[in-house]
């Protein structure tokens, strides 16, 4: 009885929010409903009739599990996805209200969930707390530094992570009595690129299955400054590489322990998204596929038409011109970007820099990312709460002076045609001015930048 008054509860507030137009509901009844019942959660995902699919990982996130999501509509399965992005548990409980009813039942085949690096090990222990009888995919992207205030290094999330999952295993429903006895009903897939990611996959007993990309001509040829896992796990030297694709993923091994980069089941599928990084997204949704029974034919048929999740290269028509959206928001994210940017030959950029909660207070990672790669002659802005920190790393980017515009109240040039404009709506319409029609402004945007572009352009704000 106390579940239903507290659901109940957690539909009245999402009610709320979207009545006055508050946002999405996707935090918001979570919230409230975990201060009520803070193991409101097992509850749930006892209900879902064939499994819990969970993707976690620095970027990615998001496009995978849609790419998931999609996946499994287009061959009749009914699911439960958080898919305004709201990735805490907060975030998942309150996809899980909104698709129940006032009963607190909820009737779905699978459970596809994007979940937050910090929120990993609060999620694994929810499951190991519920009478889970289903199938459980936990699908590991990539590890980088994001939000050093709030998450640390990279090794302290493979730490809680290696935890969680050992933590799982032991788990009365997860015991494994020898080596030959593994566990059925968990499969992990891993990136076998992310020296990191494997490293958690090297002394698990869970069915595992790893992707990558085997494409040497796909190697940078100049390292990128952001590299956040170039040392071995397992003994502390200096891993080798044969190449990299982007920051640390790429074809590594380690000369002193013989620890080496695994064999991917998956290398290679048809292009569904411009960019090397969503090469990676569709090599870790197709595996997933794949690992639960769907057929080559059933999953191409799935990832047919797939659209962008909101923000993630997503598209905007303003009078003729285009606006595309690439959600930059750390150092090996942006550098991606921009890559994928730049073999698109634009002619005007616009880059966002904000320091909101859900960014990081910390901005000091723009120096890691490789702006000495976007050609001087291209036109760029900046702006954003932080657009002239963001101003002063192009000038060193550019190696150029900025001085005070006459003409613009609140815009300095750092270089001819190149601004910075502290106000994000005035910065667009800047933007918009440099393109011509039938033309595309690139917009790379950190998170809360990215929803205010989102707004700015067509009222899709998603909090």
Not at 48 to 70: D, E, F, R, W, Y
Not at 383 to 393: F, N, P, V
Not at 418 to 434: F, M, P, R, Y
Request: include cysteine.
């Amino acid at each position: 009885m106390f579940n239903r008054l507290v659901i109940i509860t957690g539909k009245i507030v999402h009610s709320i929010t979207q009545l006055f137009h508050l946002g999405a509901g996707g935090t918001w009844p979570g919230e409230v409903v975990l201060k009520l019942n803070p193991q409101i959660l097992p509850s749930f995902l006892e209900q879902i009739k064939k499994g819990i699919i969970i993707v976690a990982g620095t970027n990615g996130k998001t496009t995978t599990s849609l790419m998931i999501k999609q996946i499994l509509e287009k061959n009749g399965q009914q699911i439960i996805h958080n898919n305004t992005g709201a990735n805490l548990i907060n975030g998942t409980v309150s996809s899980l209200i909104i698709k129940s009813n006032w009963m607190g039942k909820i009737h779905a085949d699978w459970g596809v969930f994007e979940v937050d690096e910090n929120s990993l090990s609060l999620f694994l222990k929810d499951i190991q707390t519920s009478n889970l009888e289903t199938r459980t995919v936990i699908v590991l992207l990539n590890l980088f530094r994001d939000q050093l205030d709030r998450y640390g290094e990279v090794d302290v999330i493979v730490e809680k992570w290696q935890t969680a999952l050992i933590n799982l295993i032991k788990d009365k429903d997860h015991r494994i009595k020898s080596d030959d006895d593994k566990v059925n009903d968990t499969t992990l897939i891993l990136n076998a690129d992310d020296p990191a990611i494997a490293y958690l996959g090297k002394n698990l007993s869970l069915q595992k299955k790893y992707f990558g990309i085997n494409e040497p001509q796909k190697f940078l040829q100049n390292l990128e400054h952001a590299q956040d896992s170039t040392f071995c796990l397992n003994c502390g030297a200096r891993l080798l590489y044969e190449g990299i694709y982007f920051s640390h993923l790429g074809i590594w091994k380690c000369d002193k322990c013989g620890n080496t980069r695994p064999e991917p089941q998956l290398t290679k599928w048809d292009e569904v998204l411009p960019g090397l990084y969503n090469i990676y997204n569709t090599l870790a949704s197709v595996s997933t596929a794949k690992a639960i029974g769907i057929a080559d034919s059933q999953i191409k048929k799935g990832l047919k038409d797939f659209k962008p999740a909101f923000g993630r290269q997503e598209e905007f028509t303003i009078n003729n011109k285009k606006v595309k959206i690439f959600l930059s928001k750390n150092p090996a994210g942006f550098n991606a970007s921009l890559r994928t940017v730049l073999e698109l030959n634009p002619k005007t950029i616009l880059l966002a820099l904000n320091d909101r909660i859900p960014d990081g207070r910390d901005i000091s990672w723009i120096w890691d990312v490789d702006f000495e790669t976007i050609p001087e002659s291209m036109q760029v802005i900046v702006s954003g709460d932080r657009a002239y920190d963001m101003g002063l790393r192009m000038k060193y980017a550019f190696r150029n002076q900025i001085s005070n515009s006459k003409n613009q109240k609140h815009i300095l040039n750092f270089k001819k045609n190149h601004l910075i404009e502290s106000e994000l709506k005035k910065a667009i319409e800047a933007g918009l001015n440099k393109v011509n029609p039938n033309e595309t402004l690139f917009v790379l945007a950190t998170y809360s930048a990215m929803l205010e572009v989102r707004r700015i352009l067509g009222g899709k704000a998603i909090l």
